[in-house]
């Protein structure tokens, strides 16, 4: 089992939708959770954080976390064509420990 | 600029050649960590440090690999005697480990080639 898991896509979603990208992880003492945005040819753009149970929202971008699930999503709204990237999980354990990140999940948003 | 910097920003190599990259965290950053990523994969663990301790090294890390912080500010990566599978992009992220936001950040990478 790996570690941190998402699904790879790609995911298409028309613009102006609601685009959701999910990610689980394995270690349940995890205490810090992020989101990064990764377009091709670049390096990895972080563009959330969060570390409690629940919902956080910074603009259009909403992360989830529920920490009995092991589970962490990512709920983009009024999608536009330059959110089209790879979106990385990233979760790292006890707050002296390595960051670990997912393998990415290709998003794609339609005109 | 505050941000990581990585130099070089790229690097072609023959097969068999040592290599060296460095990267300097933000300055007030002093948690460094090391990723390998090659294409349509998230970064790979390599190491990491806080201040000069190196603190985990990824058991998948070669002996050819090794990374130093020697005054706990910059710090370089080495590779010895590359090969074709060393190629990929290397990225160095900084962050702060006290408080409450211990966000990461990276720098703009250095591309490896080996030929």
């Known amino acids: 089992q790996k570690e941190v898991e998402q699904n790879s896509g790609p995911l298409s979603v028309p613009e102006g939708a609601i685009a959701s990208l999910n990610c689980t992880y394995s270690d349940r003492g995890s205490q810090s959770f992020f989101w990064y945005r990764q377009y091709s040819g670049k390096s990895p753009e972080l563009i959330m954080s969060?570390?409690?149970?629940g919902d956080k929202e910074d603009g259009r971008f909403t992360a989830q976390l529920n920490k009995a699930s092991q589970y962490v999503s990512l709920l983009i709204r009024d999608s536009q064509p330059s959110d089209s990237a790879t979106y990385l999980c990233?979760?790292?354990?006890?707050?002296?420990?390595?960051?670990?990140f997912g393998s990415g999940t290709r998003l794609s948003i339609r005109p | 600029d505050t941000g990581v910097s990585q130099n070089p920003r790229h690097k072609i190599t023959k097969r068999g050649q040592n290599v060296t990259f460095r990267c300097d965290p933000i300055s007030e950053h002093n948690r460094l960590y090391w990723y390998r990523q090659t294409l349509g994969q998230g970064p790979e663990f390599l190491t990491y440090f806080q201040n000069e301790a190196q603190l985990e090294k990824s058991r998948l890390l070669s002996d050819r690999f090794s990374a130093e912080r020697p005054k706990g500010s910059f710090s370089t990566l080495e590779i010895q005697r590359t090969e074709q599978g060393d190629s990929a992009m290397y990225l160095c992220?900084?962050?702060?480990?006290?408080?409450?936001?211990?966000?990461?950040?990276f720098g703009q990478g250095t591309r490896l080639t080996v030929v």
């Open positions: 990233a979760v790292r354990g006890s707050s002296a420990s390595k960051i670990i």
């Open positions: 992220a900084s962050s702060p480990s006290f408080g409450g936001n211990t966000e990461a950040f």
């Open positions: 969060i570390y409690s149970n």
